[in-house]
């Protein structure tokens, strides 16, 4: 791509199932919807710095991506943006992201350690369905974790939610199967139906009295208090 080339439009290299490596110059500022949708065999990539944001679906389905680098400069990502980057195995959000949207990491079946920033205030929905994610911390700026969002995490173990979630959404940590305990701060005044479903070892702490412990009454979830 040469340097006179300030933006890669919506679907610009869509499919192109040899692409393996790309170099975008500094002069790029956007990365429009669909850009690298479907590249399947491309495996590694950098984002300038001033690009501002990633649009919708731009790298959906590139299964062999493997590592990304976003610049602090990106302030938007798009929903599901890396749906399906089975081989992504980590990424760092940069600050001033203010939300992750709706299966942005969906199926990253590798994606092993991910940062949230503290400028981030609403997870979406299935944002992180079926990561590979062991433990990961809310920061204090997070108000709301959507429906699914952390769905078939089958291998979290730890959790730290920020006495910022005010609610927490349908199916939230559903089959969530070696996550044992969490911490339910009183802040959280909704939780969604089936949000813990099948995660058959879990216990909620939170304090007597809560709403959180309300919701372990009415769906028979062990309960300790803090």
């Keep these: 791509i040469p340097d006179s080339v300030e933006s890669i439009g919506d679907g610009a290299f869509r499919g192109c199932i040899n692409l393996k490596e790309i170099d975008i110059p500094n002069s790029i500022k956007s990365i429009e919807e669909c850009a690298f949708l479907e590249?399947?065999?491309?495996?590694?990539?950098?984002?300038?710095?001033?690009v501002p944001s990633i649009g919708e679906l731009t790298f959906y389905g590139c299964r062999n991506l493997k590592e990304i680098v976003i610049p602090d400069s990106v302030k938007s990502i798009g929903e599901q943006a890396f749906w399906g980057c089975k081989n992504l195995k980590e990424i760092t959000i940069p600050y001033g992201v203010p939300s992750i949207g709706k299966s942005?990491?969906?199926?990253?079946?590798?994606?092993?350690?991910?940062?949230?920033?503290?400028?981030?205030?609403?997870?979406?929905?299935?944002?992180?369905?079926?990561?590979?994610?062991?433990?990961?911390?809310?920061?204090?700026?997070?108000?709301?974790?959507?429906?699914?969002?952390?769905?078939?995490?089958?291998?979290?173990?730890?959790?730290?939610?920020?006495?910022?979630?005010?609610?927490?959404?349908?199916?939230?940590?559903?089959?969530?199967?070696?996550?044992?305990?969490i911490v339910i701060p009183d802040s959280v005044k909704n939780i969604g139906d089936s949000a813990f479903e099948d995660c058959e070892n879990l216990t909620i702490r939170a304090h007597k009295g809560s709403y959180a412990e309300q919701y372990t009454l009415e769906n028979d979830i062990p309960f300790e208090e803090i």
């Excluded at 399947?40 to 001033?50: D, F, V």
């Excluded at 981030?120 to 911390?137: L, M, P």
Aim: contains cysteine; hydrophobic residues 35%.
């Design 104 to 181: 942005t990491f969906r199926g990253c079946k590798k994606l092993k350690e991910i940062v949230i920033p503290d400028s981030v205030k609403s997870i979406g929905d299935q944002a992180f369905w079926g990561c590979v994610i062991k433990e990961i911390v809310i920061p204090d700026s997070i108000e709301s974790i959507g429906d699914g969002a952390f769905s078939e995490c089958k291998y979290l173990k730890e959790i730290v939610i920020s006495d910022s979630v005010k609610s927490i959404g349908d199916y939230a940590f559903y089959r969530c199967k070696d996550l044992k305990e």
């Design 39 to 50: 590249c399947i065999n491309l495996k590694e990539i950098t984002i300038p710095y001033g």
